[in-house]
């Protein structure tokens, strides 16, 4: 009987010490998520934004830029994005049925052989990020394309 209280009294203090600590995550993420909101509505008010940073934002920001001007593009080097990473996943896959009808459209262009203006690039080392062109992109790989026409502009990031 004194070998079951005394594990009763153990498994007690345990769950005791479990309590208190999801209860203090708890309040920490509450804490964490108060500063951040007061954060954002000071960052309204001074103007300072409170986002994290995107490649892109960053690479805009500092660092150089030059025009490579018209390149063939090994489709493989393509991957990301300036501002549509949410609608493509990592291989270039529509994410959402709202695009069927333009990506339909380009890709049976695209097998018809008709030619569509050269898609634009972002390189920043040896990555392409796509700013204009994603369903191009996609269609062409989807079709089994190695390559792509593209305006590129390099950007070094300082």
């Known amino acids: 009987m ?13 769950m005791g010490v479990q309590d208190r600590t999801d209860e203090t995550a708890r309040r920490l993420f509450d804490r964490s998520l108060a500063k951040a909101q007061f954060k954002r509505l000071a960052a309204r008010v001074t103007g300072t934004p409170r986002h994290l940073r995107s490649l892109a934002e960053d690479a805009r920001q500092s660092g150089h830029r030059r025009t490579l001007g018209s390149q063939i593009v090994p489709l493989e080097a ?10 493509f996943d990592a291989d270039f896959h529509p994410l959402h ?62």
Not at 78 to 87: C, E, F, H, L, T
Request: glycine share 8%; aromatic share 6%; charged share 25%.
């Open 97 to 158: 049925e709202a695009t069927k009808e333009r990506w339909v459209s380009v890709a049976t262009a695209l097998r018809r052989g008709i030619t569509l203006p050269q898609v634009e690039l972002i390189r920043v080392g040896e990555r392409y990020y796509v700013v204009d062109g994603h369903h191009r992109v996609s269609a062409s790989r989807a079709l089994g394309f190695g390559h792509i026409d593209a305006l590129v502009i390099e950007w070094t990031l300082a």
């Open 2 to 14: 004194t070998m079951q209280v005394r594990l009763s009294s153990m498994m007690t203090e345990r």
């Open 78 to 87: 393509i991957q990301g994005s300036v501002d549509k990473a949410q609608d």
